[in-house]
């Protein structure tokens, strides 16, 4: 853990935020979190240090993961479309996500931010790829299906697996790598954040993606 106090010298915060920023996102990659909850996130590991008996006060973690949620912004100048439902009800709260930075706030209290430690754009990326690696093109999924389902996961007797980058699978101790599955970094991840890399790559690529809310059941068709 960094120092239980933030700097008030612009230049000496600059510095610690950068370090902030990058154990945080790490720490959210290797415990696959993509929300944090404030108040928990205070007694975790992440913002407390036993040894010494310190941790970073709440308004503190608050202070870095506001200039997380800035960071980035300016840099990601890409307009989402339109939603695809008439209603727009499944797709429309993820369209400001697609100028977010390196996290989002879910609430206005700032109790809960969601964590980019990939950013929305590189997940997009990915799942263009998947969708190419497996063949997946000219098929329709809903969410739910790439959450859990083919997308995102192989059996041991899927021809698919040896065509994926050791970088994009994670491997599952016990659970379903005991009954020789493996997910990709896509398997169960965060709803709102696959929404988010969703919309991106139908505005970035609208020949590759398709998003859909049919009868209620969100998709996405792939080309």
Not at 114 to 121: L, V
Not at 174 to 202: K, Q, R, Y
Request: hydrophobic share 40%; charged share 20%; proline share 4%.
């Amino acid at each position: 853990m960094l120092a239980c106090s933030l700097q008030t010298h612009d230049a000496s915060w600059q510095k610690q935020y950068a370090s902030w920023s990058q154990l945080i996102r790490d720490y959210c990659k290797a415990k696959r979190i993509f929300v944090l909850t404030v108040n928990d996130a205070s007694t975790s590991e992440l913002f407390t240090n036993a040894a010494i008996g310190r941790a970073l006060p709440i308004q503190s973690i608050i202070r870095v993961l506001d200039r997380l949620v800035l960071e980035g912004i300016k840099s990601q100048q890409l307009a989402c479309p339109q939603p695809a439902s008439a209603s727009g009800r499944t797709l429309e709260p993820q369209r400001r996500r697609c100028h977010a930075g390196y996290g989002q706030w879910e609430d206005g209290g700032k109790e809960r931010c969601t964590i980019y430690w990939r950013k929305p754009d590189e997940w997009a990326d990915m799942i263009a790829q998947r969708v190419v690696e497996c063949g997946f093109q000219d098929q329709i999924f809903t969410i739910y299906d790439v959450l859990h389902g083919d997308f995102s996961s192989d059996t041991g007797q899927s021809n698919t697996l040896g065509s994926l980058s050791p970088a994009h699978i994670v491997e599952f101790a016990g659970g379903p790598h005991s009954l020789g599955w493996c997910a990709t970094d896509m398997f169960e991840m965060d709803e709102n954040v696959l929404n988010t890399a969703l919309l991106i790559l139908e505005a970035r690529e609208p020949q590759k993606a398709a998003l859909f809310d049919d009868d209620e059941t969100p998709g996405v068709k792939f080309f």
